[in-house]
């Protein structure tokens, strides 16, 4: 009798053993797609695990895994899971000195890395981390004459070596794996304090993993691209635990910046990205449209016209009439089909985002145009699996219904609470964190403030810790006001202040794309992203944004306070390098107001000019200072809404 | 970071008194350097010192009207730019001389020019043997690709990249040749710091991995001392140094001449 399928190394054996000869992995390299199936995969992953008990490597330990989406590092992390032992992804563009923290705290004594730019850094932490012993890399090129560092050839060869010697030893290994071991260790992005490690049981991702599976019809041919971070939650739900759950097929770009030809060669029929990327897709096909001819800019503008009005009713399969039909039918054929096909998205099935608010906009374009998108919710202590959106239940302002399996509930305080298999086993060495978060009835405390809606779905306002209230003691909260800022194409990113204070004052960071792109049609020189930041136009255009957000939140019940009175757009890109941002992109709002006192000073104060002056990090590690003159400016704040008469 | 224990062998290239003149202006006057097997070595000097025409005089462009060239044994006065090539020397130019119109990929099988053995009717009618032929080239060009990590504007003409990167392609299409001596004109001028840091690195990879002896013209001093192993400094014409970096920094000629005072 076949044994259960309770661990990922069982499940990934029983796609070898059943269908051996499909395709589990492809990566495009020298130009050309090479596949393996999954008996290569369970091959590979063999030898592997045979190397890296070999070389030591025991039940308990824990694997370092660092680098771009690479086939290879995705199988060592199966390796390690065959051994017992828990593959650790770490975020692949953080500097050295942040390597420091995580492989301290994991006490990592093994790593797995894609190239030499990661070998580098992991020798530069080295000295400050006694624990780590073994590197074995991926991409020899430039490591030629390094030494106490170790070829993934090599690691191989060695393994098939122990293998021949020891032949029982795999499947005893499979054996022992337990569906409540420790699969992963994954590391909360950190936008308060330090990164925390999640620790999930195989138990819980499959039971995430296959959740998400029925509820959407996930099948053994379909195919995913992948190409998100792989210490991200996201990318291993959809390109790790669900690609061993479905026995569908991961797809490895080329390299990072070939992303967008690689999605189109495939044509993946499931797909996941957070909004920024589909804001950065939507951009590129504007900035396409207006170069295009008269003709086709006209066809583009009458046909997404159409497409508005009726092509997500159409794909929510509601009651639409026949003229609108025909007309989209046409639009269809003429502008979304080759708009899809151009997008990559032609075969698309299931697309989710998450990780961050969607625009409306954005969201209903790109439903509009067929491609079924919808919003989760999740976090990495849930393996990003709380919420999903039923297809024909999809709203741009909420995150789904609570996903099967999953209890949720909302606390007194606003705060959204789960329980289900999908839970967080303990954060790594922190029981005072793990008790903190999971009360005593089992649920988990997301931090998230929130409320279901009439429809059943889950709407979130904020991080609860971050909703405060104005000096007058109306409810304050920053993201929702950032969100509405975001939306817009122009703005990047925003940060709103205004707790404890009388008004609302914002800084933003502009989208140098979009805003470049938008000086040069109208002649206006710029020399780069400060120049461009501090030209009279641009702030005149980012006002004309700020007033649009405040005439909205003006209309909210409640809101009309949070308009936003005062703002300015800083001299620099916030960044992860300089601690402003997460490595996931998430404002960090506290180390923010501290470094930019001065500036929240200026903002309230009254003052025009401001002058500042900024230390920066660049990718290499070195500093430099930027100084500007920031100015500021007000935005016109508009009458609160008159409550209807009941 | 382990140094890399690169083998720096016999001299493969030797300069000998070479004069170049045109007309009453004297490019070059009585030069001798050599050049070692799998070292990089750079030529340095201010503008109008007679580094390209150098590098012009080794590859064949120009003629020296005194002096003898030898390289890997054979003596010539001048080299002879079809034999260059085919005795593996490659260049790169300190003004892109690219194929603006041509895709990247193209413009880099265009180094594959000398492998080509099939004739052009096999190549017409698509013969067995010159498909084959093309496959190898093609996978040597993408081996370089690869290298040089330009996957993304693979198919992208090469009059629509920016600066650095036409640079980078450039640099491919002469390691397509599989040279065994590199001619650098200057391959980092007009690159911002990060793009000077990749070219860097994929000059010094060049050198490592396949072996490749390069020649560099560069004027970024911290570059050419960082990446160095020789180097030969020229001023108006003459040679005023030649030596290790080190060497050369310390040298009084040398940084009166293009240094400036010592800092």
């Known amino acids: 009798m076949e044994p259960a399928q309770d661990t990922f190394p069982r499940l990934m054996l029983h796609h070898a053993r059943t269908r051996p000869d499909d395709p589990a992995t492809r990566e495009k390299d020298l130009g050309i797609w090479q596949t393996w199936s999954w008996r290569d995969v369970a091959a590979e992953v063999r030898a592997l695990a045979c190397g890296l008990a070999a070389n030591g490597f025991r039940r308990g330990m824990h694997l370092a895994i660092v680098g771009d989406n690479r086939p290879r590092l995705y199988w060592s992390m199966l390796a390690a899971q065959v051994l017992g032992g828990v593959p650790v992804p770490m975020y692949q563009d953080a500097p050295a000195a942040e390597f420091v923290f995580v492989l301290n705290d994991a006490e990592i004594d093994y790593a797995l890395v894609e190239d030499q730019e990661q070998v580098d850094k992991l020798l530069e932490a080295a000295p400050q981390v006694p624990s780590l012993s073994h590197i074995y890399y991926d991409d020899p090129r430039g490591l030629r004459n390094y030494e106490g560092v170790t070829s993934y050839e090599r690691l191989l060869d060695k393994g098939r070596e122990y293998d021949r010697a020891h032949p029982g030893f795999f499947d005893e290994q499979v054996a022992l794996g337990r569906p409540d071991d420790v699969s992963i260790m994954l590391y909360t992005s950190g936008t308060t304090g330090r990164p925390k490690g999640v620790r999930q049981t195989h138990a819980a991702f499959i039971a995430a993993a296959k959740g998400g599976a029925e509820f959407d019809k996930l099948r053994p041919d379909d195919s995913v691209l992948s190409y998100l971070p792989m210490a991200w939650v996201g990318d291993h739900l959809f390109s790790f635990a669900q690609w061993v759950y479905v026995g569908f097929t991961i797809n490895c770009p080329e390299s990072g910046d070939t992303v967008m030809t690689d999605l189109r060669e495939i044509g993946p029929t499931y797909y996941f990205a957070p909004p920024r990327i589909f804001e950065n897709l939507l951009t590129q096909v504007m900035i396409r449209m207006e170069d295009a001819s008269l003709v086709k800019r006209w066809l583009f503008a009458h046909f997404t016209a159409v497409a508005r009005r009726c092509g997500t009713e159409i794909l929510d399969g509601r009651n639409v009439p026949l003229g609108d039909r025909i007309r989209y039918a046409i639009g269809n054929l003429l502008v979304y089909g080759p708009l899809r096909n151009v997008l990559g998205m032609s075969r698309i099935r299931v697309a989710y985002t998450a990780g961050a608010a969607i625009g409306p906009d954005l969201f209903r374009f790109y439903r509009s145009l067929g491609i079924n998108l919808k919003q989760l919710y999740g976090s990495t202590e849930t393996c990003a699996y709380v919420c999903l959106q039923p297809d024909g239940g999809v709203h741009f302002d909420t995150v789904g219904e609570p996903a099967p399996g999953v209890e949720l509930t909302i606390a007194g305080n606003g705060e959204v609470l789960v329980r289900g298999p999908m839970l967080l086993k303990e954060y790594y060495k922190r029981p005072d964190a793990t008790a903190e978060s999971i009360d005593a009835q089992g649920y988990f405390h997301t931090g998230d403030a929130g409320y279901m809606d009439p429809s059943g779905q889950l709407k979130i306002i904020d991080r609860a810790a971050d909703v405060g209230k104005l000096a007058d003691g109306s409810m304050f909260a920053p993201n929702y006001i950032e969100n509405k800022l975001k939306f817009f194409p122009h703005i990047k990113e925003a940060v709103a202040f205004g707790a404890d204070r009388h008004q609302v004052c914002a800084f933003i960071n502009i989208d140098v794309g979009s805003v470049g792109n938008w000086a040069e049609r109208r002649g206006l020189p710029y020399s780069g992203y400060t120049d461009l930041a501090a030209k009279p136009e641009v702030y005149a255009l980012i006002r004309e944004c700020v007033e649009k957000v405040n005439a909205e939140l003006a209309a909210e019940p409640g809101l009309s306070g949070s308009q936003v009175r005062r703002f300015l757009i800083l001299h620099k890109e916030l960044d992860p390098d300089d601690d402003e941002l997460t490595r996931t992109r998430k404002v960090r709002r506290g180390f923010i107001a501290d470094k930019y006192r001065v500036l929240i000073d200026a903002l309230y104060e009254g003052r025009a000019v401001q002058h500042i002056e900024t230390l920066v990090k660049f990718e290499d590690g070195r500093t430099g200072m930027v100084a500007a003159d920031l100015r500021i400016e007000d935005a016109k704040a508009q009458p609160a809404a008159l409550p209807l008469a009941a | ?263």
């Open chain 2, 1 to 263: 970071m382990p140094t890399p224990a690169r083998r720096i062998g016999d001299v493969i290239l030797s300069l000998d008194r070479i004069s170049l003149a045109f007309g009453g202006v004297k490019a070059l006057t009585d030069i001798t350097f050599d050049v070692r097997e799998h070292e990089v070595r750079a030529i340095i000097g201010p503008n109008g010192a007679g580094k390209s025409s150098m590098l012009n005089v080794i590859n064949g462009v120009y003629r020296p009207q005194q002096g003898t060239i030898t390289y890997r044994g054979k003596q010539r006065h001048g080299m002879d730019s079809h034999a260059v090539a085919e005795a593996g020397i490659a260049r790169t130019f300190q003004n892109i001389a690219l194929f603006r119109g041509m895709s990247v990929l193209d413009n880099i099988m265009t180094g594959r020019n000398l492998k080509v053995r099939t004739s052009f009717v096999e190549q017409a009618i698509w013969w067995r043997r010159a498909r084959r032929e093309e496959l190898e080239n093609r996978a040597k060009v993408e081996e370089v690709i690869d290298f040089l990590e330009i996957q993304h504007i693979r198919k992208t003409p090469v009059g629509r990249l920016p600066y650095g990167l036409q640079k980078r392609v450039e640099l491919a299409r002469a390691l397509a040749a599989e040279p065994s001596l590199l001619l650098l004109d200057e391959p980092m001028a007009g690159m911002n710091v990060e793009e000077k840091q990749d070219m860097c690195r994929f000059v010094l990879d060049v050198n490592e991995q396949y072996g490749t002896t390069i020649v560099l013209i560069e004027h970024d001093m911290g570059v050419v001392m960082d990446i160095s192993d020789r180097v030969v400094v020229l001023d108006y014409g003459r040679k005023i140094g030649d030596g290790t970096p080190d060497e050369v920094r310390g040298n009084q000629a040398v940084i009166d001449a293009y240094l400036g005072v010592a800092h």
